[in-house]
């Protein structure tokens, strides 16, 4: 079951380079080059265009389309909503006496493109020999601007190595895209037309009426003299550039994309808005983008940079995915949530899941709480289409869906939809984490207590009691695990139910002191009974929690200690995925797990258990997990660090930061793994760091693998940004801003200021 990398990129500790074209790799390398801003996302396929195996992908944040499914019984969905492929803005056609470039077919050579972590540009050259005889050197630039979300630049270079002449281009935007799932484009035209040098066209989704205005104007080494082209779903201009042996000249295109996800507002409105974007952008310079962008990313390397000694490639992997986690989510734009692809890939269909409570929002509460508090706006906004969902379940409340793009449910798998109920727990641990490590009161009570009445409310509909046990529990219901189906009180859901309850009725008493007229308000709003509270408590407090006493472990659910078991290492490895090699029923014969279901509730609630019971429940757990999913072997490195296994932890980690640069999966041509790369992140900080954050106060336990030399890395923490740095002797702790703060450090409480702290490293804390 080894997972083997597949290297091809060059390391370097600030940037992706890929020399040489490589055919074969090309929807990977397209994935990898992938660049956004949280608005809108391209990926890194060829603008000029391809005729080879390619993904011509440009995706907004939110835009999506409506697929029906047909089903009819209650409680299935019968339609769903997912990302939608948009426009080519980019689109570009480059000829030299006659002759087309397309990499395909045409003759390269010297191709090198790059990804550069510091300016946040991706660019790509290389040497066209035509069949003339004559040799062309290009250079493409492109960026989606981090400051002006609406803004992506592109521009492109031209040497002539051995020849004067002239090179003709068509510069576009072109929604003739095919979105991949489906097979068609998804766009109606509605407008097009062109006024003062700015080129614009808006089209509408075929089915949700979603909309999206896309313009761009020209700026250019020498003047142009430009054609209008234009064809159904396409507007473009046409011109040619006069070329000098050994001189440059060169395009630069401002493209301004103008999107409307809830078809609130009309084409008019919406053109109108556009194009005043557009007209604004005319004033804007090229070295102006490049060096706001590249101080935008500077500011996020001062504040969010992990830094590691003695280990190059995985230097270099985890600041792509810091530079992936900042493209996708910023939170710039309240409620905007993280698809499991990010903005890089149409699989998953750009639907987010717990993944973005349970995994995401660590890194951005710890980075850019603005982000993290923009994340959870997303379920707040979505609320009233989680309370609906409720009632088509035959609950009250709300019930989270999910997979999501628009707070709809949208996962057409019955079994995933109706049974995993752990969503809306995920949702009430992303508040009780966020308001713990921030003290954001304010977001509690005007929008989280809201939530976790409704989330209380469904847990409270749809669980029911054990005739034996008399005990509170749900049944009928499948775990993160997903390989266990319509199973009776499975231990993650009703441990992480309870805690909602109790979460629930400590926002309430709280708020009730401390901001009565405004829970008085609330409480009319949503018809709070006071019995209500009084069930919630004694659900919570008789839920059950299935576990063998002598041992410590945690059972799964009921009846999992006496299901069949398999040894995981004899399956061959050739029968993976097993999702695609074994029938699907199949898989849920066996003791055999997914992913962390138990080990999953004692890292989130990691105080509430002791080093004893989290050994016994990783070698129980850890021998039956298959790791199928990329989220898996994080939540095992964390957890080996935390007991000891050091050498294991490492080795769950090695291909943690590189799983996309190195195609662990075989399937980082579909999209990178979003949700994964935030796992990552969690690996170093609170795997080999040691942190914790569910406590009464932050705290660090930090390693160092033995491979290393030193690491850092930075967290925030009630306001103050801390540096925590780890050597073979010592652990270095600093506030580099905000004043001073507490936190533990190997159980030893502590106060860090700008003055700084030493501590010896930990004994035992050095994997050998």
Same mark, same amino acid.
């Given at each position: 079951m080894a997972k083997v990398a597949d290297k091809y990129l060059k390391v370097d500790p600030w940037a992706i380079i890929e020399e040489g074209f490589d055919t074969e790799r090309n929807r990977v390398s397209e994935s990898i080059f992938s660049l956004g801003n949280e608005y809108m996302g391209v990926r890194g396929y060829a603008e000029e265009g391809y005729s080879g195996d390619s993904l011509i992908g440009s995706y907004f944040n939110g835009l999506n389309e409506q697929l029906d499914i047909g089903n009819h019984?209650?409680? !299935?969905?019968r339609s769903l909503r997912y990302m939608v492929n948009s426009v080519d803005w980019l689109h570009t056609r480059i000829a030299v006496d006659?002759?087309?470039?397309?990499?395909?077919?045409?003759?390269?050579?010297?191709?090198?493109?790059k990804l550069d972590f510091r300016t946040g540009t991706y660019r790509r050259e290389f040497v066209w020999h035509l069949e003339n005889g004559k040799s062309l050197k290009l250079v493409f630039t492109r960026l989606v601007s981090m400051t002006m979300s609406h803004l992506g630049l592109q521009q492109v270079e031209f040497e002539p190595l051995n020849f004067s002449g002239s090179v003709d281009i068509i510069s576009g935007l072109d929604f003739n895209i095919i979105h991949e799932e489906r097979g068609v484009s998804m766009w109606n035209p509605v407008r097009s037309g062109e006024q003062d040098g700015i080129s614009a066209i808006l089209a509408s989704t075929v089915n949700t009426g979603n909309k999206l205005f896309s313009s761009f104007t020209l700026k250019a080494s020498q003047p142009l003299e430009t054609a209008r082209v234009e064809r159904e779903k396409f507007i473009g201009q046409s011109f040619s550039l006069e070329l000098t042996q050994g001189e440059t000249a060169h395009f630069t295109k401002f493209a301004i994309n103008c999107a409307d996800s809830t078809s609130a507002r009309s084409a008019e409105e919406l053109w109108s808005e556009g194009l005043g974007l557009a007209v604004a952008s005319l004033s804007l310079e090229e070295k102006a983008v490049l060096a706001e962008q590249e101080a935008y990313w500077n500011g996020i390397w001062e504040t969010s940079d992990i830094s590691i000694e003695g280990d190059p490639e995985n230097q270099q992997g985890i600041r792509f995915c810091i530079f992936q986690l900042y493209q996708t989510y910023h939170g710039d734009h309240p409620g905007f949530n993280i698809g499991a692809k990010g903005l890089t890939g149409e699989v998953y269909r750009g639907l987010a899941f717990w993944d973005t409570e349970s995994y995401c929002l660590p890194f951005y509460m710890f980075n850019n709480p603005k982000a993290a508090k923009s994340l959870l706006e997303f379920r707040y906004r979505t609320l009233p289409e989680a309370i609906q969902r409720a009632k088509d379940v035959d609950c009250e409340g709300a019930c989270y869906p999910i997979a999501t793009i628009d707070g709809t449910e949208s996962c057409d798998l019955w079994q995933h939809s109706n049974l995993q109920l752990h969503?809306?727990?995920?949702?009430?641990?992303?508040?009780?984490?966020? =308001?713990? &490590?921030?003290?954001?009161k304010e977001f509690l009570f005007s929008?989280? =207590?809201?939530?976790?009445?409704? !989330?209380?409310?469904?847990?409270?509909?749809?669980?029911?009691?054990?005739?034996?046990?008399g005990e509170y529990g749900y049944f009928g219901v499948m775990g993160p695990?997903?390989?266990?189906?319509? =199973?009776?009180?499975?231990?993650?859901?009703?441990?992480?139910?309870?805690?909602?309850?109790? @979460?629930? *009725?400590?926002?309430?008493?709280?708020?009730?002191?401390?901001?009565?007229?405004?829970?008085?308000?609330?409480?009319?709003?949503?018809?709070?009974?006071?019995?209500?509270?009084?069930?919630?408590s004694n659900k919570a407090e008789k839920m059950k929690i299935p576990v063998d006493k002598e041992t410590g472990?945690?059972?799964?659910?009921?009846? @999992? @200690?006496?299901?069949?078991?398999?040894?995981? +290492?004899?399956?061959?490895v050739t029968e993976f995925p097993l999702y695609s090699n074994w029938s699907y029923d199949r898989l849920y014969r066996y003791d055999m797990i997914k992913q962390p279901d138990v080990l999953m509730f004692m890292f989130l609630y990691?105080?509430?258990?002791?080093?004893?019971?989290? *050994?016994?429940?990783?070698?129980?757990?850890?021998?039956?997990?298959? +790791?199928?999913?990329? *989220?898996?072997?994080?939540?095992?490195?964390?957890?080996?660090?935390?007991?000891?296994?050091?050498?294991?932890?490492?080795?769950?980690?090695? @291909?943690?930061?590189?799983?996309?640069?190195?195609?662990?999966?075989? &399937?980082?041509?579909?999209?990178?793994?979003?949700?994964?790369?935030?796992?990552?992140?969690?690996?170093?900080?609170?795997g080999f760091g040691g942190m914790r954050s569910d406590?009464?106060?932050?705290?660090?336990?930090?390693? #160092?693998?033995?491979?290393?030399?030193?690491?850092?890395?930075?967290?925030?923490?009630?306001? =103050? *940004?801390?540096? !925590?740095?780890?050597?073979?002797?010592?652990?270095?702790?600093?506030?580099?801003?905000?004043?001073?703060?507490?936190?533990?450090?190997?159980?030893?409480? !502590?106060?860090?200021?700008?003055?700084?702290?030493?501590?010896? #490293?930990?004994e035992g804390m050095i994997a050998g």
């Open positions: 019984y209650k409680g !299935i969905i006659g002759e087309q470039l397309d990499l395909a077919k045409s003759k390269i050579s010297d191709y090198v493109r969503v809306g727990t995920a949702v009430s641990f992303g508040i009780w984490h966020y =308001v713990k &490590n921030t003290g954001d929008k989280g =207590v809201e939530m976790l009445i409704q !989330i209380s409310r469904f847990y409270a509909t749809r669980g029911q009691w054990g005739q034996r046990t695990d997903e390989f266990q189906l319509m =199973v009776n009180n499975n231990c993650y859901i009703n441990l992480m139910a309870k805690k909602s309850f109790e @979460f629930a *009725l400590e926002a309430i008493q709280e708020m009730k002191e401390k901001a009565p007229s405004e829970f008085a308000e609330l409480s009319a709003k949503v018809e709070l009974r006071e019995e209500e509270l009084g069930d919630w472990v945690y059972e799964e659910h009921d009846g @999992f @200690f006496d299901m069949p078991h398999i040894d995981i +290492h004899s399956i061959p990691s105080e509430q258990f002791t080093k004893e019971e989290k *050994l016994a429940n990783y070698e129980y757990y850890e021998s039956r997990c298959i +790791h199928e999913s990329s *989220l898996s072997p994080s939540i095992h490195s964390i957890l080996a660090s935390e007991i000891g296994k050091h050498e294991e932890a490492y080795n769950f980690f090695e @291909f943690a930061t590189r799983l996309d640069l190195d195609n662990y999966n075989r &399937n980082t041509r579909e999209g990178l793994h979003t949700t994964s790369i935030a796992a990552a992140w969690m690996n170093i900080v609170y406590g009464e106060r932050l705290s660090f336990q930090p390693s #160092l693998p033995e491979r290393w030399t030193s690491y850092s890395f930075q967290v925030m923490y009630e306001g =103050v *940004l801390l540096k !925590i740095i780890v050597n073979k002797d010592s652990v270095s702790l600093k506030a580099i801003s905000g004043g001073s703060t507490e936190i533990v450090v190997y159980g030893q409480r !502590i106060k860090v200021d700008a003055s700084g702290t030493v501590l010896p #490293l930990g």
